[in-house]
């Protein structure tokens, strides 16, 4: 874990609330508030959008139209304007300097109608048009600004003695406005508060910043807030996000060891291996060379004593159940009980068949429980869970529940992972016999970027899936425009004539008028009476009770459906290889990993497959992202461009599910830097780590990786 805390001269300066400034009372503190800002660290952390250089000073006379320019000048009046339409606020105020006067126009600033007072002397940038001097910034003479050369590099600027803030050969941040605050207001906070940090502890060792050349975190504030040239703010930012994650790495590091520490031992599952094995060997095809090197690591980790942590990756049609049930056949070989998580009733029911059917003739007892197990057979399967006569449960967050207790939980096998956060997955692990700690394996079929694996599953160890079995044959992706879709829809009638099936998938269940979209029951019906005519078409979405759900999929599964419309509800876990075609309606609402797990779908068995994209969106973007899905069906590397082009938190849907947000940060650019992170921690000693743990003791959503919504 990491170290006990040391005491340090004042820790808590960045947990003071905004109000210890001066100027900051009860209301413009609520104001900040609703603008995510509440205490010291908070508005330090709020960092300026933009860097660039002060443009030259020029007098009002002089101005030429469309020129940006800064002008120092004086307030003769002020108006706030009335618009008809009230879609944006004007001010307005007659502004003068030695040269003449002007009209000058705020829009959408309208906290500066209080601020432009008589006679007040301001610095104001923007340029000339005809409806007057448009500003796009503003600052009251006298206001903070950067001295370069001075030891703390800030100093309060008088009045009368140039514009406020930088030199105009240097470096200018750009503070923004936020809520009822304006930017002026914030830049000034911004000084105070930098002012405040010059007293703030350094957390890293200082041999750490030396040798990546960084400066300290005070530093690094002052410099990122009031830089005196581009390349010091540059080097603070960079300060700054190895700061965030050094943070995140070290609080994975933490929890790795309560996991394999903290709850106690293992049970060993040495002895089971030969149950394993035996059906293994069974099975009607070979695993695949991925699956046996996954299976041999994962058979070693369950025979050890140290409580497993490990992360199987696969891609889609990998063969990651396989390996599962190998290691909960092992679990069962040695005499303890297996669990199986998945976020859905469709997928932990699904599993539920799937694992029933490998396991067949076994003797084997696998169960499943959800939310819509009825309380009679929920009471009888919870004694016979009990008294250890289930084997395997399969099932959703019900396995959760208090009254559900296994004899001997030895593993527990998650899948969906990212689905999941840290307290219910800790939910599992707490079902293991007192003073013992299971053995977990998280699965994920959504191939995860090495950036994402390392700050949201760093306390794992990972084991990928690349190669697919013999003889799947690859699904071919197409990008429809509206003038294909006849063609597209000729092409999918004719794999129905072959006796092939088909899925719709629509992003939404019901038709809205707030939100463009096919839904999915619309569709259905539109189809069953057009372009579909004469065939099967069924319905399946999240919105639908089990029991109507189960029906579905079983009517699709038996091929007395042709063709399922559905959501993406079976995005994952749906195994139908009969089916050979799909269509996605507004494919541009998804993100690429999402896609390629849907396209997963179909093609699983011998037949290959053919997947149409359907865009709402003509734009460029969306262009691009499509024809990166269209052009490869490499999972990992469709992951890693969707990291590229939405960021680490959107990735498969998956920042609600607590994936790090970061504020500086960016993944994957800064992946050298995470690499060089995980590096210096691994050099820390118990002193260092603690001065660290005092900084973190309580993570914010920065720091703290996958913990659930």
């Known amino acids: 874990m990491l170290a006990a805390p040391v005491s340090w001269p004042d820790p808590g300066i960045l947990d003071r609330e905004l109000i210890r400034l001066s100027g900051v009372g009860a209301k413009l503190g609520a104001a900040a508030a609703e603008a995510g800002v509440g205490t010291i660290g908070d508005l330090l952390w709020r960092l300026p959008r933009a860097y ?28 706030r304007v009335r618009t008809r339409r009230r879609r944006f606020s004007v001010v307005e105020a007659r502004i003068a300097d030695d040269s003449g006067a002007r009209k000058a126009v705020w829009f959408n600033q309208p906290w500066m109608a209080e601020k432009l007072t008589v006679d007040s002397t301001w610095y104001l940038e923007g340029r000339l048009e005809k409806g007057g001097f448009v500003v796009s910034a503003s600052e009251p003479v006298g206001g903070p600004a950067v001295e370069a050369g001075s030891g703390q590099g800030i100093k309060w600027q008088s009045a009368g003695s140039g514009p ?12 923004s406005a936020g809520g009822e605050i304006g930017p002026g207001r914030w830049r000034r906070w911004a000084f105070e508060a ?28 002052r410099e990122a807030h009031f830089p005196v040239d581009e390349d010091r703010a540059k080097t603070a930012l960079r300060r700054l996000a190895y700061q965030e994650l050094i943070e995140n790495q070290a609080v994975i590091r933490d929890r790795r060891i309560r996991h394999r520490r903290g709850s106690g031992p293992a049970t060993s599952l040495e002895g089971g291996r030969k149950l394993a094995d035996r059906w293994l060997g069974g099975l009607p095809f070979q695993a695949t060379g991925d699956q046996s090197s996954a299976i041999a690591r994962i058979a070693g980790d369950l025979a050890a004593t140290e409580p497993m942590g490990r992360l199987l990756m696969g891609e889609v049609g990998s063969g990651k159940t396989v390996v599962a049930v190998h290691a909960m056949l092992q679990a069962v070989g040695s005499g303890a009980q297996a669990a199986m998580m998945a976020p859905t009733e469709v997928l932990a029911t699904q599993h539920f ?9 076994t003797g084997v007892e696998v169960a499943l429980l959800t939310g819509s197990t009825s309380a009679a057979d929920r009471k009888e399967m919870l004694r016979r869970l009990a008294e250890g006569r289930i084997a395997i449960l399969v099932g959703t967050h019900a396995l959760l529940e208090g009254p559900v207790r296994f004899r001997q939980l030895a593993l527990a096998v998650i899948d969906e992972e990212h689905r999941f956060g840290v307290r219910q997955r800790a939910g599992l692990d707490a079902k293991a016999p007192a003073g013992h700690a299971a053995h977990l394996l998280h699965l994920s079929a959504t191939p995860i970027p090495r950036t994402l694996a390392l700050t949201a599953y760093g306390d794992l160890d990972v084991t990928t899936l690349k190669e697919l079995p013999a003889g799947r044959e690859p699904v071919q992706t197409e990008v429809v425009s509206a003038g294909g879709r006849a063609m597209a829809f000729e092409r999918l009638k004719a794999e129905l004539e072959r006796g092939r099936q088909a899925f719709v998938v629509c992003p939404l269940v ?24 004469g065939y099967e078409v069924g319905l399946l979405h999240g919105q639908m009770k089990p029991a109507q759900k189960e029906v579905a999929m079983a009517a699709f599964a038996d091929g007395r459906i042709d063709v399922l419309v559905a959501t993406t509800v079976i995005e994952v876990g749906i195994d139908v290889p009969n089916a050979t075609v799909m269509v996605i309606e507004g494919a541009d609402r998804f993100g690429l990993s999402q896609l390629h797990q849907l396209r997963g779908r179909i093609g699983r068995g011998s037949h290959g497959g053919t997947c149409f994209l359907f865009p709402e969106s003509s734009g460029a973007r969306a262009a691009k992202r499509l024809g990166a899905m269209a052009s490869t069906s490499d999972g990992f590397r469709l992951a890693e461009l969707d990291l590229e082009m939405r960021g680490e938190g959107e990735v498969a849907g998956t920042r609600q599910h607590g994936l790090p947000r970061f504020r500086v940060a960016s993944l994957p650019r800064d992946i050298e830097l995470l690499e060089a992170v995980r590096q210096d921690l691994g050099s820390m000693n118990e002193t260092e780590l603690g001065m660290l743990g005092e900084l973190i003791r309580n993570p914010s959503e920065a720091a703290e990786p996958g913990v659930a919504a």
């Open 52 to 79: 660039g250089r002060r443009p030259g000073t020029s007098l009002l006379g002089d101005l030429e139209p469309g020129e940006a320019t800064g002008v120092e000048v004086r307030v003769l009046r002020s108006r």
């Open 164 to 175: 406020p803030g930088l030199a105009d050969d240097s470096t200018r941040a750009t503070h």
């Open 194 to 221: 930098c002012r405040m940090a010059a007293g703030l502890p350094e957390p890293l060792p200082a041999r750490l910043l030396r040798s990546r050349r960084l400066p300290g975190l005070a530093a690094a504030f």
């Open 510 to 533: 019901e038709e809205s008028t707030l939100v463009e979209g096919r839904a999915a029951a619309a569709e259905a019906e539109r189809l069953a009476a057009s372009e579909l005519a």
């Open 353 to 361: 068949i799937t694992l029933s059917d490998m396991l067949e003739g």
